[in-house]
Nanobody, 120 residues
Framework: VQLQASGGGLVQPGGSLRVSCAAS????????MSWYRQAPGKQRELVAS???????NYVDSVKGRFTISRDNAKNTVDLQMNSLNPEDTAVYYC???????????????WGKGTQVTVSS
């Protein structure tokens, strides 16, 4: 099982970006999918998460600006980021709570990070 993230890049303050993540491999079921971020010199923080039923939660600093969504048929999770500001600059990581096939427990998998830079 692996997670592959894409998107990110450089954007001006007030702009928008979308990051996407796809899970692949021998997967039985995916529970929660999430996006974390880590800015230089700071701890990794949970930005947004979404259940398999579509229930979403956000950290206060992104509420009203970011939207997390998922496609259960494609095993993907997206994070649409609007009204970006320099404080959103970080490496963004996707995380998924997955039940692999022929495994009797669920495992949290991480994707490689993708850089988001907000700067004029």
């Amino acid at each position: 099982v692996q997670l592959q993230a894409s998107g990110g890049g450089l954007v001006q303050p007030g702009g928008s970006l979308r990051v996407s993540c796809a899970a692949s491999g021998s997967i039985s079921r995916i529970n929660d999918m999430s996006w974390y971020r880590q800015a230089p010199g700071k701890q990794r923080e949970l930005v947004a998460s979404i259940t398999s039923g579509g229930g979403a939660n956000y950290v206060d600093s992104v509420k009203g600006r970011f939207t997390i969504s998922r496609d259960n048929a494609k095993n993907t999770v997206d994070l649409q980021m609007n009204s970006l500001n320099p404080e959103d600059t970080a490496v963004y990581y996707c995380n998924a709570d997955i039940w692999p096939r022929r495994v009797t427990t669920h495992i949290h998998y991480w994707g490689k990070g993708t850089q988001v830079t907000v700067s004029s």
